[in-house]
Structure formats: C-alpha cells, structure tokens
C-alpha cells in the first residue's frame, strides 16, 4: 500500500505555523523585561529602526 505524504505547500504552511508559535512564545516573555534603556540600545543596535514583526 502506498504512503501519502503532505506536498511541499502543507509542509511551508505547517513550518512557518510552528516557528510563528515558538517565536511569540520566546519573544514575549524576554521583551517584557527589558528595561526602557537596554530596549533603546537594542534599537540602536538596528540602525534606528524599530525591530522587524515577528514571523
């Protein structure tokens, strides 16, 4: 009998699902104790520019 495997579409879509989720889970504990100062270095750190959304 043959395996059906999800197509390369299932398998982007499941990955980035996974690494959104994992990304809010270690992001916002860690951004909420940073203090004003050390969140302004971070920033300058970029260039300015405020940091990129989370994907």
Known sequence: M???LPGLTVLVRLIGEVR???NER???PLSGRLSAETRAALVGLLGGRPPPPII
């Open 26 to 28: 270690l992001h916002t």
């Open 20 to 22: 959104r989720a994992e």
């Open 2 to 4: 043959p395996v059906m």
